[in-house]
């Protein structure tokens, strides 16, 4: 089991930047794949970045490809986000999460440890 804590939300400017951290409790965090995601309100929780357990593979959706940058630090057990040239549509609250095994996940359900949460607002 691991438990997730997220930090680094809050108020920023349109084309300004944010760095999210995830710290993991546990033994096992390298055999996990990482993922960032996001909902917004009235909207479906998803994906914004994942992390393969050696940090070697990474996806990124189309909304954020080229502005989001998901990196691991397995002797630390932590996993963040740097997120660039933020836009109010990525207003939303992030959730780190974390996928038992070896395989790139992408979808909701296949996460099996969710963070509380940090709100990131982006004013236009």
């Known amino acids: 089991q691991v438990q997730l804590v997220e930090s680094g939300g809050g108020l920023v400017q349109a084309g300004g930047s944010l760095r999210l951290s995830c710290a993991a409790s546990g033994r096992t965090f390298s055999r996990y794949t990482m993922g960032w995601f996001r909902q917004a309100p009235g909207k479906e929780r998803e994906i914004v970045a994942a992390v393969s357990w050696s940090g070697g593979s990474t996806y990124y959706p189309d909304s954020v490809k080229g502005r989001a940058t998901i990196s691991r630090d397995n002797a630390k057990n932590t996993v963040t986000l740097q997120m660039n040239s933020l836009k109010p549509e990525d207003t939303a609250v992030y959730y780190c999460?974390?996928?038992w095994g070896y395989g790139l996940n992408i979808r909701v359900e296949e996460y099996d440890y969710w963070g509380q949460g940090t709100q990131v607002t982006v004013s236009s």
């Open positions: 999460a974390a996928d």
